[in-house]
C-alpha cells in the first residue's frame, strides 16, 4: 500500500517560511498531478496548488505569489515552499497524488497531513 510521508510543518512568525515536502513510500506509476490542500478547523479543505506531469502548476488566489509548487519526479516528492505566511495560513496542509494505473483505473493517495502554525 502506497503511504504519503509529509514533514516541514511547524510553528512560524508571520513574515516567515516553510517548505513542506511529500515523499510517496514507493514508486508510483502514472501520476497525473500532485497537489497540496490545507483545512483550517471548522472548514472544509481546500486546493491550495497544483502541479501536473508536464509541470503546469496552479494557484489558490490567497496564495499567489507567496507558495510555489515543485515535484521531483525521480524521487515520487512533491515540495510546497510558502514564504512570507500570514496568520490565516494557519491549517493542516495534506498532499495528494492522482493518477492512472496501467489498466486505466484512477487512483489517488493522500499523506496524513502536516500542521502548519503562524503565530507570533
Known amino acids: 500500500q502506497v503511504q504519503l510521508v509529509e514533514s516541514g510543518g511547524g510553528l512560524v512568525q508571520p513574515g516567515g517560511s516553510l517548505r513542506l515536502s511529500c515523499a510517496a513510500s514507493?514508486?508510483?506509476?502514472?501520476?497525473?498531478?500532485m497537489e497540496w490542500y490545507r483545512q483550517a478547523p471548522g472548514k472544509q479543505r481546500d486546493l491550495v496548488a497544483r502541479?501536473?506531469?508536464?509541470?503546469?502548476?496552479n494557484y489558490a488566489d490567497s496564495v499567489k505569489g507567496r507558495f510555489t509548487i515543485s515535484r521531483d519526479n525521480a524521487k515520487n516528492t512533491v515540495f510546497l515552499q510558502m514564504s512570507s505566511l500570514k496568520p490565516e495560513d494557519t491549517a493542516v496542509y495534506y498532499c495528494?497524488?492522482?493518477?492512472?494505473?496501467?489498466?486505466?483505473?484512477?487512483?489517488?493517495?493522500w499523506g496524513q497531513g502536516t500542521q502548519v502554525t503562524v503565530s507570533s
Open positions: 514507493q514508486s508510483i506509476f502514472g501520476i497525473n498531478a
Open positions: 502541479i501536473t506531469s508536464g509541470r503546469s502548476t
Open positions: 495528494k497524488f492522482a493518477g492512472t494505473r496501467w489498466g486505466g483505473t484512477a487512483y489517488e493517495y
